[in-house]
Structures are given as C-alpha cells and as structure tokens.
C-alpha cells in the first residue's frame, strides 16, 4: 500500500498569512493527489484535484503543487473560514490512501 | 448533486447492517461510487468502490467482510456490512467518483455489546 505523510500534523497562523502543508508518498504516484478540507461536524469537501486544479467554486487563495511523490496546499492569505482539518489523497494505485491530516487553527 | 446516507446505528459485535446512499442531481448510472469511514477523532480510510459497471474493489481490512452494490434504478449504492467488529465503528461516507468530487453527510455506525 502506498503511504501518505501529511506535514504538520498541527497549524497556527494569523489571519493573511500563507499557509502550506505537505504530502509526501511512499512511491511515484504521478499527480493523483487530492485535497480535501474538513470543517468540524461535516463531510470533506474537494479543493484540488490531480496535484494541481483547483474545484470549481474554491477560492483562488487555495493552490496545488507537485508531482511524484512529493506535494503542497498553499492558501496564500488565510481567512477566518479556512479553520478546518485538511487531508490529501492518492488514487493512483488501490488502495486508496489519505494523508492523516493537517488541523489549521488561528492564532 | 446530493448524496444521502441512511441506515446507521448501534450494531452488536458479529452482527451486519447495511446502509444505503441515496444519489440525486447526477447520472448515477455512469459514476463510479466509493464508500469512506472516518472512526471518532480519527482520519479518513477508504472503504471500497463500485465502478458504473458494477466491478468492485475493497481495503483489505473489510475484504470478505463488506458488500458494495449499486442500483442504478432506484439511483441507490449500498454497503453490506457482516461480521462487524468494534474497530469498524466509525461515520460512514459515500462520495462520487475517481476523485470523490462530492460526499454525503455520512452516517453513524457504533458496534458496540
């Protein structure tokens, strides 16, 4: 099964500031790396799909990058409503795995 | 696009239950589905996938265990659960394609004597 670390487990940052948050996979899966964004008591909600497009109707401020094995969510001026657990996952391969999760808090 | 999940509850260990997400907004029949848990305070696992001509695929931690089917008539995927055990306790999510473009609220299984 191919593994997904999610860097860091835990975020504090200010209202305007750029946040990134890591995935790496334990081998090649190209750009089939997802981006999910979880808010307390509801479903995830797609943000970026294949490494680097963003879902219709997600804010500008959220971007994707990489390829291969190692990938980035970028919000590039935080907001308030941005508090949330954010998940990456691959669907190159099956299983399908997802990263353990980046909580985002404000400072 | 609206997904909703039904049929959750308080299940004892060895026992099954089966749950249902209800699709509308979309040509169901030509999505492939997938089925995800996400245990209390825990992160997501993927459970298992159907594709739009019925092939399946399973996590090993519920291969033999857990049914995915779809009827593309009632616009309707199920999962099967058999043999449940404490560790399967978890909120239950269907979501809509490859890239799990849309979820459903989910819905509660406690497997618990």
């Known amino acids: 099964d191919i593994q997904m670390t999610q860097s860091p487990s835990f975020l504090s940052a200010s209202v305007g500031d750029r946040v990134t948050i890591n995935c790496k996979a334990s081998?090649?899966?190209?750009?089939?790396l997802n981006w999910y964004q979880q808010k307390l008591g509801e479903a995830p909600k797609l943000l970026i799909y294949n490494a680097n497009s963003l879902q219709t109707g997600i804010p500008s401020r959220f971007s994707g990058s990489g390829s291969g094995t190692d990938f980035t969510l970028t919000i590039s001026s935080l907001q308030p409503e941005d508090v949330a657990t954010y998940f990456c996952?691959?669907?190159?391969?099956?299983?399908?795995?997802f990263g353990a999760g980046t909580k985002l808090e404000l400072k | 696009v609206q997904l909703v999940e039904s049929g959750g509850g308080l299940v004892q260990p060895g026992k099954s239950l089966k749950l249902s997400c209800s699709a509308s907004g979309f040509t169901f029949s030509s999505y492939g589905m997938h089925w995800i848990r996400q245990a209390p305070g825990k992160g997501l696992d993927w459970v298992a996938y159907?594709?739009?001509?019925?092939?399946?695929v399973y996590a090993d931690a519920v291969k033999g265990r857990f049914t995915i089917s779809r009827d593309n008539a009632k616009n309707t995927l199920y999962l099967q659960l058999n043999s449940l055990k404490s560790e399967d306790t978890a909120i239950y999510y269907c979501?809509?394609?490859?890239?799990?473009?849309?979820w459903g609220q989910g819905v509660m299984v406690t497997v618990s004597s």
């Open positions: 159907i594709s739009s001509s019925s092939g399946t």
């Open positions: 081998q090649n899966i190209n750009r089939y």
């Open positions: 996952l691959q669907h190159n391969s099956w299983p399908y795995t």
């Open positions: 979501a809509r394609g490859f890239g799990f473009s849309d």
